[in-house]
């Protein structure tokens, strides 16, 4: 048991390492009761609760942010993919759209109508939604806007 120590009811694995259904109990969440007890290993729980390691998430947790604050990456999200592309040109669109067949294609066709280069595009999709960085020599972030199949819209200067 390496999870939480609560999944664990003590005198029901007593009770099974005694009559042998149980062969041997490791956890890292050790208890008075489970310590010095035959067929019981207990080790160090340590790894996430250290306070270096509380830091190092904390820390980790505002670069992510700044990282998409500024350039619209993502990078360790739970309900978006991951998308992380090099950020050179002058702008960049960021798009929350539905994850449905050629979104890609009319996004294209949305910004070469106004007669605008793409500069780059990737679009990563994960479940029913898709997220795209367009990265533009120009841009009038009023051209592309919220639509049935495109959630959000957000423009970043690149450098």
Known sequence: N??????????ALFDALETGVVKRYITDFGTEELLNKPHVTVFPHVGGSTGEAELNC??????TIRR???TGEI????????VQQALSAPYRITLINKNVPNIVARISTAVSDFNINIDNIINRSKGEYAYTLLDLDE???????ASDNIVRVRLIKGK
């Open 58 to 63: 904390a820390i980790m947790a505002g670069q």
């Open 75 to 82: 990078v360790n999200s739970v309900n978006f993919p991951r």
């Open 2 to 11: 390496f999870a939480r120590a609560e999944l664990v009811d003590n005198d």
């Open 139 to 145: 841009t009038d972030k009023s051209k592309i806007e």
């Open 68 to 70: 998409f604050m500024e």
